[in-house]
T-cell receptor, first 114, second 111 residues
């Protein structure tokens, strides 16, 4: 079955701790994305990558970091510098970047920081 | 800066009562407009891509249309299983890979 997996589904952390969210895809897609969704709101872009070893900041990158060492993987680290980290995080991929292709989303990780 | 506004925020329909959802957008040059469906607690699921004004796409009870300023998602004779949040997203032709999403319309269809 081709798709995107995110783990874990629920994550709880104490304030001040860094946490890494996993995203893996077996669709052979070049481009991958990370979004944040807050209640009643749409998706806001954190980071995106169109090719291995390259990534760009989205609209709300402050307090987050990413890496793209393999085509299949695009982990997101939520650092202690992120002021409001509690949110629903979604990873997505598309065949290529450039805006012509639809995005496929994972099931999401709900992060709660207390 | 790209802007996407969806209306209404919430829509309640009786089963079989047709209606439309609106997505108004502002971009300097549209590369593509995308519709997604999102069920509670899950990731969005792709529905349609529209590339140019006048284009229409259909899937079961859903039909998406596009003008130069807005897109409509028409729902004909909806069923309770159509209940979900519908998200609209646009990609500008100068911002490779970046999508701007609207806040969505939450549709509830009562039996």
């Amino acid at each position: 079955d081709g798709g995107i997996t995110q783990s874990p589904k629920y994550l709880f952390r104490k304030e001040g701790q860094n946490v890494t969210l996993s995203c893996e895809q077996n669709l052979n897609h070049d481009a991958m994305y990370w979004y944040r969704q807050d209640p009643g709101q749409g998706l806001r872009l954190i980071y995106y990558s169109q090719i291995v070893n390259d990534f760009q900041k989205g609209d709300i990158a402050e307090g987050y970091s990413v890496s793209r060492e393999k085509k299949e993987s695009f982990p997101l680290t939520v650092t202690s510098a992120q002021k409001n980290p509690t949110a629903f995080y979604l990873c997505a991929s598309s065949m290529r970047g450039g805006g012509y292709y639809e995005q496929y989303f994972g099931p999401g990780t709900r992060l709660t920081v207390t | 800066e790209d802007q996407v506004t969806q209306s209404p925020e919430a829509l309640r329909l009786q089963e079989g009562e047709s209606s439309s959802l609106n997505c108004s957008y502002t971009v300097s040059g549209l590369r593509g407009l995308f519709w997604y469906r999102q069920d509670p607690g899950k990731g969005p699921e792709f529905l349609f891509t529209l590339y140019s004004a006048g284009e229409e796409k259909e899937k079961e009870r859903l039909k998406a249309t596009l003008t130069k300023k807005e897109s409509f998602l028409h729902i004909t004779a909806p069923k309770p299983e159509d209940s979900a949040t519908y998200l609209c997203a646009v990609q500008e032709n100068t911002n490779a890979g970046k999508s701007t999403f609207g806040d969505g319309t939450t549709l509830t269809v009562k039996p």
